[in-house]
């Protein structure tokens, strides 16, 4: 993790956004969840991507997403395509999306449709004055409507991971408490824990964020995530 920062920070001296690639690779050195993710740069390896996932055994479905340096709101710039099926549904996303964004796009992502679950927020932040922050919230699109969030400041104690969750108003919805079944409360545990290492261990780290991470009874998965570092 401290080599791909540091090789990251060499070639970019003020730092920025890292790309899909060490994005991946940066959260698979703490063990975060996040879906197979293919950065495909042209049409071809869009559709070769795309032929790859199928044979691994994906139901088909894919979510397509424009990749440029430094995007924040992708879904708001119409840069996500969700549930598409067979290659010319695949190839017509990509050139709608090439002729929308032009050069300032620099391919594509493509990963297999999760499976639909409670949608949640994680990630870390820094505070002026007391340093990095883990924070766990709902995600998706009810969290720009609903603010549901805990935070606490790395590293962060057994304690608070069972607090982080236990306070948010959408608490019910993890444990079952709300009728549906429990979700997998110890994946988001696991999550936390692994951001908080992140953060001790990075203090270049300046924020990241797995938004969503789709909460289900047998697991926890991430379909988007952004790291920046300084
Ligand atoms: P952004 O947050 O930049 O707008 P996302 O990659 O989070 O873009 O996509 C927006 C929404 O699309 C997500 O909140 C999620 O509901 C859905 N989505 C994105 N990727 C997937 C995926 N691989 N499987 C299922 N749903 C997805
Ligand atoms: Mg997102």
């Not at 791909?4 to 956004?17: A, C, I, T, Y």
């Not at 050139?95 to 990963?111: I, K, S």
């Not at 720009?144 to 969030?149: E, Q, S, T």
């Not at 805990?150 to 057994?158: C, V």
Request: contains cysteine.
């Amino acid at each position: 993790a401290r080599q791909l920062v540091d090789d990251f920070l060499r070639s970019r001296p003020g730092g920025g956004w890292l790309d899909p690639g060490r994005t991946a690779d940066l959260l698979a050195c703490y063990g975060l969840p996040m879906t197979v993710s293919y950065w495909a740069r042209d049409e071809d390896e869009v559709l070769h991507a795309a032929r790859t996932l199928c044979t691994q055994g994906h139901d088909g479905r894919i979510a397509l997403k424009a990749y440029w340096p430094d995007q924040v709101h992708k879904s708001r710039a119409g840069a996500v395509r969700t549930g598409l099926a067979g290659e010319a549904e695949i190839r017509a996303a990509y050139r709608g999306f090439a002729e929308r964004y032009g050069r300032r796009m620099d391919g594509a992502v493509l990963q297999p449709m999760a499976a639909p679950g409670l949608e949640l927020l994680a990630g870390v932040v820094q505070d002026q004055v007391f340093g990095p922050l883990v924070v766990l919230g709902l995600g998706g699109t009810a969290a720009d409507v609903l603010d549901d969030r805990s935070a606490r400041l790395a590293p962060l104690t057994e304690h608070d991971l069972t607090t982080m969750v236990s306070e948010l108003r959408s608490a019910p919805l993890l444990t079952g408490a709300a009728g549906g079944p429990p979700l997998d409360v110890a994946a988001v545990r696991r999550t936390l824990a692994g951001l908080s290492r992140m953060a001790s261990d990075l203090p270049q780290l300046a924020e990241a964020d797995l938004n969503p991470l789709i909460a289900r009874p047998d697991g926890l998965l991430g379909v988007d995530a952004r790291i920046r570092l300084e």
